[in-house]
């Protein structure tokens, strides 16, 4: 078994074949082994407008055939350093939102307890809760790095406590979070009330909302969040949808004057430095994403999470069962 697996050459075998799996890594049952590893969840069960998040995981995979190993913009050449592979999905259950966050925190416990670092495929945004409490039982509280169009703090949705608007209200609830390390970018569109973002601001959160992200480069910004998550384990939750529809249009709640797919890359590649744990791509929707385009541009984002995690990992139990 290949140590350090690399993804299967276009010039090898045609990028319209070959596996199915993302960046044509290769397919393992587990994360035993690895530094790093991609993992899907599809489930889309707690979203509120459009549904077909349950189909991004595949949707990434198949667009992620145009990934090449090298970085060539930031020089990362994370395949030489780190094993990585496709661990496949999380077996969630397609009837009850309720057993799946279950089953998704129980998923997370065995990758973590490998030393494993996920880089998660959505999905919708319920699934960072069951991913946070699994990160809470093997770090402690996280900081957290949220681009996203919406605050997802609500406390209900029809009556629901658990959605993929509330995850990180009950991330603070349930002790989750380091909450004065914790940014949220992108921020934006209509609410229900004036203070819809106040909430936020109140449990220590730095909120940059979209219009402050107007034509102008995030690399400040970045530098900034380096200084303030510094010293602690750190999570990447990424909504697609913090994006502008003009470049995601395949997304379930999409809103206008959002980021551009530069800033994008700017906010992941800013957390170069911080000890990211894992990370996420969520919301997107392939019945919404005629081009492919939505789901080519997750797969580059989840790539460049890649290519900020830290070197190979040398605590824990790499015997852990897998998914």
């Known amino acids: 078994m290949d140590a350090r697996p690399q993804p299967l050459s276009g010039n090898e075998m045609p990028r ?3 596996p199915a799996t993302m960046m044509r890594l290769p397919a393992r049952g587990d994360a035993r082994g690895l530094d790093a590893c991609f993992v899907g969840v599809p489930l889309d069960i707690g979203t509120s407008n459009r549904p077909g998040a ?14 090449r ?56 945004h319920t699934i960072a809760l069951p991913i946070l409490r699994a990160m809470r039982r093997r770090y402690g509280p996280v900081g957290l790095v949220h681009v996203d169009a919406h605050a997802d703090t609500n406390d209900e949705m029809f009556g629901e406590k658990i959605a993929h608007g ?8 349930e002790g989750l979070l380091d909450t004065g390390r914790v940014v949220q970018i992108g921020l934006r569109g209509t609410g229900y009330s004036a203070g819809d ?5 109140k449990q220590g959160f730095r909120v940059v909302t979209a219009d402050a ?27 697609i949808d913090g994006l502008d529809p003009s470049v995601a249009p395949g997304t379930g709640t999409p809103e206008f004057a959002g980021l551009t797919a530069a800033q994008g890359f700017e906010v ?26 939505t789901a080519l541009l997750g797969a580059n984002l989840l790539y460049e999470m890649l290519c900020v995690l830290p070197g190979p990992a040398t605590v824990g139990d790499r015997e852990a069962p897998g998914i």
Do not use: H, K
């Open 16 to 18: 319209f074949a070959g």
């Open 54 to 67: 349950r189909f991004g995981p595949r949707a990434i995979r198949a667009e992620s055939v145009l990934l």
């Open 69 to 124: 190993p090298y970085n060539m913009a930031t020089g990362a050449a994370p395949f030489d350093s780190l094993a990585v592979a496709d661990i496949g999905d999380v077996a969630i259950n397609p009837y009850d939102l309720g057993d799946s966050v279950r089953i998704v925190e129980e998923a997370y416990d065995r990758i973590l307890a490998t030393a494993c670092r996920p880089l998660t495929m959505g999905g919708d």
């Open 166 to 173: 509330t995850p990180f209200r009950r991330a603070v609830e």
């Open 197 to 201: 973002f106040d909430w936020c601001r």
């Open 213 to 239: 992200c107007w034509n102008v480069s995030l690399s400040p910004l970045m530098d900034e969040v380096r200084r303030q998550l510094a010293g602690g384990p750190v999570y990447l939750t990424f909504d």
């Open 268 to 293: 992941v590649r800013g957390c170069r430095g911080l000890d990211v744990v894992g990370a996420d791509l969520v919301e997107v929707a392939p019945p919404y994403d005629t081009s492919g385009n």
